[in-house]
Nanobody, 126 residues
Framework: QLQASGGGLVQSGGSLRLSCAAS????????IGWFRQAPGLVRERVGC????????YYGVSAKGRFTISSDNAKKTVYLQMNNLRPEDTAVYYC?????????????????????WGKGTQVTVSS
């Protein structure tokens, strides 16, 4: 089970940190990805961290502004979002997929994940 939290309303240029808490499975054997979906738009990849925490990769819109980190002891993955823009407004979801780093990166790219959590709303005002 995954639960995303930390969303809210922030002004343009501000920051938020989202958390994804995992339970019921070993986080250290799963890659955790973040996705987002704005009304009327397709789901977008934000970024992903590998199971062994040594690899992170980001979608185009997130590069340079967002950072994913993991605390496996706490079974929590974080998405630090800086310099937020109104176009970042969306529901943000975390999801998990098991397997090798190469496999999980491909799965993340295709949005084929094993577990999905409920989203958290992020609204960025201009």
């Amino acid at each position: 089970q995954l639960q995303a939290s930390g969303g809210g309303l922030v002004q343009s240029g501000g920051s938020l940190r989202l958390s994804c808490a995992a339970s019921g499975f070993r986080v250290d054997t799963y890659a955790i990805g973040w996705f987002r979906q704005a009304p009327g738009l397709v789901r977008e990849r934000v970024g992903c961290i590998s199971a062994n925490e040594d690899t992170t990769y980001y979608g185009v819109s997130a590069k340079g502004r967002f950072t994913i980190s993991s605390d496996n002891a706490k079974k929590t993955v974080y998405l630090q979002m800086n310099n937020l823009r109104p176009e970042d407004t969306a529901v943000y979801y975390c999801a998990a997929v098991g397997g090798s780093t190469r496999y999980t990166q491909a799965a993340f790219d295709d949005g084929i994940m094993d577990y999905w959590g409920k989203g958290t709303q992020v609204t960025v005002s201009s």
